[in-house]
């Protein structure tokens, strides 16, 4: 039962340093969604996906960038990184694009310095 | 704009029953979801309306009232293990629009 696999668990990463966070989904569903957590905040998405070769830029894009060859890999990149990007990243996908059943990965923790 | 406000912070007793709020406001509205979080773990669905009325699922009731712009998580014969954030989402203009969570504290 994989579900949303996502890696690494937890980076630190010096200003400027660039890194991809991995997801992939083995439930064939056809949204993705890369969103951050800020301590006690809510989610914010990022960037999602509704389909392979399709990509979107949600409420918070600027430093990141992603890439959907595929139904299963959702693969985030961060260029440049900045202590602003420090937070939790979760990746998540769901069979439509309504708030009904969207399954998260477990997060990976990110530390810019 | 669009937005969302629930309580910042609940504290109920076990064995209890807690109410948690959410009004939110936006130009296209879908639905309204609900999703648990424990303290370093992923968001986990609870429950998601899209018409008025109470949806129920074991132990866990929500309400949505659209002329309101309202909605509600019921949490009855409260447990230890539901202490957790709670996180309303609004399914707006395609998107999912997040709550910033309210913490929910259980006292035994």
């Known amino acids: 039962n994989a579900g949303v696999t996502q890696t690494p668990k937890f980076r630190i990463l010096k200003i400027g340093q660039s890194m991809t966070l991995q997801c992939t989904q083995d439930?064939?569903?056809?949204?993705m969604y890369w969103y951050r957590q800020d301590p006690g905040m809510g989610l914010k998405l990022i960037y999602y996906s509704v389909g392979a070769g399709i990509t979107d830029k949600g409420e918070v894009p600027n430093g990141y960038n992603v890439s959907r060859s595929t139904t299963e890999d959702f693969p985030l990149r961060l260029e440049l990184a900045a202590p602003s990007q420090t937070s939790v990243y979760f990746c998540?996908?769901?069979?439509?694009?309504?708030?009904?059943?969207?399954?998260f990965g477990e997060g990976s923790w990110l530390t810019v310095v | 704009g669009q937005s969302l406000e629930q309580p910042s912070e609940v504290t109920a007793v076990e064995g209890a029953i807690v109410q948690i709020n959410c009004t939110y406001q936006?130009?296209?509205?879908?639905?309204l979801s609900w999703y648990q979080q424990h303290d370093g773990g992923a968001p986990t669905f609870l429950s998601y309306n899209a018409l008025d009325g109470l949806e129920e699922t074991g132990r866990f009731s929500s309400f949505l009232s659209r002329s309101d712009s309202y909605g509600y998580l019921l949490l009855q014969e409260l447990q230890m293990k539901d202490s957790a954030s709670y996180f309303c989402a609004m399914d707006s203009n395609y998107q999912l629009i997040w709550g910033a969570g309210t913490k929910l504290i259980i006292k035994p």
């Open positions: 998540a996908s769901s069979e439509d694009n309504s708030g009904n059943t969207i399954y």
């Open positions: 439930m064939n569903h056809n949204y």
């Open positions: 936006t130009s296209g509205f879908y639905g």
